[in-house]
Nanobody
Framework: QVQLVESGGGLVQPGGSLRLSCVAS????????MGWYRQAPGKQRELVAA???????NYADSVKGRFTISRDNARNTVYLQMNSLKPEDTAVYYC???????????????WGQGTQVTVSS
């Protein structure tokens, strides 16, 4: 089993910045794709940004040019730098990872518990 723990959420004014972190731990042989999703009240969970182990990156159109995803493979960590935040970015942000488990070499997928981001004046 692989656990994901997010941190870095909080309250920020419009135009401000936040940096989210997500650390994966547990029985890890390899982590493949890692990404960030968000869910606002009354809305479906949506992809924000994702990156493969090979470095391919995908962003939602709504965050292109404002958010940057990066990862540290040695630390099994993915980051989301969020700049020029808008009230519509308010949501619970979740980390997600595809992985290969160490002992069984079976594939799996995990979600973090989520971290609240609120953009408000």
């Amino acid at each position: 089993q692989v656990q994901l723990v997010e941190s870095g959420g909080g309250l920020v004014q419009p135009g401000g910045s936040l940096r989210l972190s997500c650390v994966a731990s547990g029985s890890i042989f390899r982590i493949d794709a890692m990404g960030w999703y968000r869910q606002a009240p009354g809305k479906q969970r949506e992809l924000v940004a994702a990156t493969t182990s090979g470095g391919r990156i995908n962003y939602a159109d709504s965050v292109k040019g404002r958010f940057t995803i990066s990862r540290d493979n040695a630390r099994n960590t993915v980051y989301l730098q969020m700049n020029s935040l808008k009230p519509e970015d308010t949501a619970v942000y979740y980390c997600n990872a595809d992985y290969i488990e160490y002992y069984s070499l079976s594939s799996g997928n995990s979600w973090g518990q989520g971290t609240q981001v609120t953009v408000s004046s």
